[in-house]
T-cell receptor, first 113, second 112 residues
């Protein structure tokens, strides 16, 4: 069955430290890949997406993600975290040509001053 | 661009009452999705419309839930009668063709 795994439920980092959020998927083919961020009381905002091409994708707010086919992973990174990055982050996948997203369970990021 | 608009943002009602949630997708988007988010189950797709036609409603929990999309700029999700276990945040999202989904701010529903 198709699935998306975000193994870290909570992550705490200090402001200015680097960040990596993990996402692994289980699909038979290369899916479309997304990272969304949800601040408290808000909807989901798209950070970045991967459809094809360059496997290193740049997004908004200084985030980037790398698609690694061999590892079925799409990890999100940021070199220096800001206090405003504290939020919940969701990885999502969709098969090309389909409408259904499979969301991970989310990783809640806490940033220490 | 105003983004996806949802109303109300918060709704508190009593068990047995009818609840109607509203969504205005982004202009030009031809697909609309309703999701429910809870701590226990995460994000669940309830129903998907394409060009105003319901394509997949397999996620609708039961007959108490219904959704309509009378035109390209408006959709409703109705719960009748509501139950405490329906308490959740309900999101509407829209997209154009096979691009990414844009989410609204959500409606936080509390059923007492």
């Amino acid at each position: 069955a198709q699935s998306v795994t975000q193994p870290d439920i909570h992550i705490t980092v200090s402001e200015g430290a680097s960040l990596e959020l993990r996402c692994n998927y289980s699909y038979g083919a290369t899916p479309y890949l997304f990272w969304y961020v949800q601040s408290p009381g808000q909807g989901l905002q798209l950070l970045l997406k991967y459809f094809s091409g360059d496997t290193l994708v740049q997004g908004i707010k200084g985030f980037e993600a790398e698609f690694k086919r061999s590892q079925s992973s799409f990890n999100l990174r940021k070199p220096s975290v800001h206090w405003s990055d504290a939020a919940e982050y969701f990885c999502a996948v969709a098969l090309s040509g389909t409408y259904k997203y499979i969301f991970g369970t989310g990783t809640r990021l806490k940033v220490l001053a | 661009d105003a983004g996806v608009i949802q109303s109300p943002r918060h709704e508190v009602t009593e068990m047995g009452q009818e609840v109607t949630l509203r969504c205005k997708p982004i202009s030009g988007h031809n697909s609309l999705f309703w999701y429910r988010q809870t701590m226990m189950r995460g994000l669940e797709l309830l129903i998907y419309f394409n060009n105003n036609v319901p394509i997949d409603d397999s996620g609708m929990p039961e007959d108490r839930f219904s959704a309509k999309m009378p035109n390209a700029s408006f959709s409703t999700l109705k719960i009748q009668p509501s139950e405490p276990r329906d308490s959740a945040v309900y999101f509407c999202a829209s997209r154009v063709e096979w691009n990414e989904q844009f989410f609204g701010p959500g409606t936080r529903l509390t059923v007492l």
